[in-house]
């Protein structure tokens, strides 16, 4: 008696699995990404102890992150087109592997901001190449919701580098906890290597005798300049610095003071009101881009509406400090990060611009936006909160100039979408789009 099988269903099996495996593998790269982006204010006090620095220095290992991983990003987009997410990522694990554990044996600023460099530069190998390979995996018409879960799982690592994280730190100290976050990310740099499978390279997608193809081989800085000049990746660009740049304004520094200093609250339960907005970010991510995927089978439209609800929701933070009850200003924060997960989209549409074989180089670029916003906004607020400061002005007065900017970049980020064009979710992956 024969068994029969059905080899087309034994191939979908084989590929549901490879799939599922390289969401996996780099999910947790980006998890591990995000975990590091603010693991070292956890554990800001003590370092300041033992390496005997103040807040100027621990400010520049901040900063020695986010410079890195932006000025990393076109980069990594290149080597995601020509070398293949599965090299480019394995590598870059390694560097930022080895910078953790130079950052637990550090003995000054020196070695710490190097350390924080090499950090940098690993965790910009985990989102973009990333969201490259899952794209070979996924159908287009899944692609924005399976992306979404992708940004879901690496904001989840910001939230285990808070409260996870301190009592580690407590534990068995911080020098310990990042040798430990160092040897997990060997771990998973060798996972990537032996579980992905290599992408096909830009000479593989492209005709060979195209002067198109050509260009793209041998200048490498050419990709990049195909990308820029576009108008679509600038206006993609600026909605994602303009909401990249309000949202970092107040999750990552100033909404935890605005909420003790207004409603009068402990620091702990501020943080605790703050984090509704990144469980808005993480529930968002996923239902966007399913309704984006399922239901409307566009980008634009759902992003145009995230990003009028993102603007509406800085109005009563920027116009009605200290009025609205806190349990109320939790449900507006949980929109606030529903509504700022749209960069899932806009990122997205990057990607959906551009060929498959530039696709890389394209969303590595645009993410440079959402790095330079985090760097910029919130030192703008900053400066208007300490120039009304001097005067001790009311703390919701002061708060009120600090935040109208956010509004302001949010109004931006809105108009930058209206003009921005859209295409079918349902589109052939890799195919080209006229982007100006």
């Given amino acids: 008696m024969k068994l029969h099988i059905d080899s087309s269903l034994f191939t979908r099996v084989v590929q549901v699995q490879r799939s599922l495996a390289t969401f996996e593998v780099f999910a947790a790269a980006y998890f591990f990404s995000f975990f590091q982006r603010v693991s070292l204010a956890v554990v800001a006090s003590n370092v300041a102890r033992d390496l005997a620095v103040g807040a100027v220095g621990l400010s520049l290992m901040s900063s020695a992150y986010f410079v890195t991983y932006a000025l990393v990003q076109p980069v990594v987009g290149m080597l995601s087109d020509r070398a293949g997410p599965r090299i480019t990522t394995s590598a870059l694990l390694l560097v930022g592997a080895t910078g953790s554990v130079l950052f637990a044996v550090a003995d000054g600023l020196p070695m710490a901001l190097l350390a924080r460099v090499l950090v940098g530069a690993g965790a910009a190998g985990a989102f973009v190449p990333g969201m490259k390979a899952i794209s070979t995996q996924y159908a287009p018409s899944e692609f924005a919701r399976i992306n979404g879960f992708f940004l879901s799982i690496g904001n989840l690592g910001a939230v285990f580098a808070a409260v996870p994280l301190a009592y580690l730190a407590s534990g068995i100290g911080w020098r310990n906890s990042f040798a430990v976050v160092g040897g997990i990310s060997f771990a998973l740099a060798l996972v990537c290597w032996l579980v992905l499978e290599?992408?096909?390279?830009?000479?593989?997608?492209?005709?060979?005798?195209?002067?198109?193809?050509?260009?793209?081989?041998?200048?490498?800085?050419?990709?990049?300049?195909?990308?820029?000049?576009?108008?679509?990746?600038?206006?993609?660009?600026?909605?994602?610095?303009?909401?990249?740049?309000?949202?970092?304004?107040?999750?990552?520094?100033?909404?935890?003071?605005?909420?003790?200093?207004?409603?009068?609250?402990?620091?702990?339960?501020?943080?605790?009101?703050?984090?509704?907005?990144?469980?808005?970010?993480?529930?968002?991510?996923?239902?966007?881009?399913?309704?984006?995927?399922?239901?409307?089978?566009?980008?634009k439209g759902v992003l145009l509406a995230a990003a009028a609800v993102f603007a509406i929701t800085w109005l009563p933070i920027v116009f009605s400090p200290g009025k609205v009850p806190p349990v109320v200003l939790c449900a507006i924060l949980f929109i606030m990060g529903l509504a700022a997960s749209s960069a899932n989209l806009a990122l997205v549409m990057v990607k959906e611009s551009f060929t498959s074989s530039i696709s890389g180089t394209a969303v590595g670029c645009a993410n440079v936006a959402n790095m330079l916003g985090a760097a910029i906004v919130p030192g703008i607020a900053g400066w208007l909160i300490s120039h009304v400061g001097v005067n001790r002005t009311a703390p919701d007065v002061m708060y009120r100039y600090a935040f109208l900017p956010c509004l302001m970049f949010a109004l931006i980020g809105f108009v930058a979408i209206v003009f921005a064009k859209d295409r079918a979710a349902t589109a052939e992956v890799g195919e080209a789009t006229d982007a100006t």
């Fill in 198 to 299: 290599d992408q096909a390279l830009p000479s593989q997608d492209l005709p060979a005798g195209t002067k198109q193809g050509a260009a793209r081989r041998h200048k490498g800085m050419g990709v990049a300049w195909e990308v820029v000049k576009t108008g679509q990746f600038w206006l993609l660009s600026i909605f994602l610095f303009c909401k990249y740049g309000g949202q970092a304004t107040f999750q990552a520094l100033w909404g935890v003071s605005y909420i003790t200093d207004v409603y009068n609250l402990s620091q702990e339960n501020a943080a605790s009101v703050v984090m509704t907005s990144t469980v808005g970010y993480m529930v968002g991510a996923p239902l966007l881009g399913y309704v984006s995927d399922r239901l409307f089978r566009r980008r």
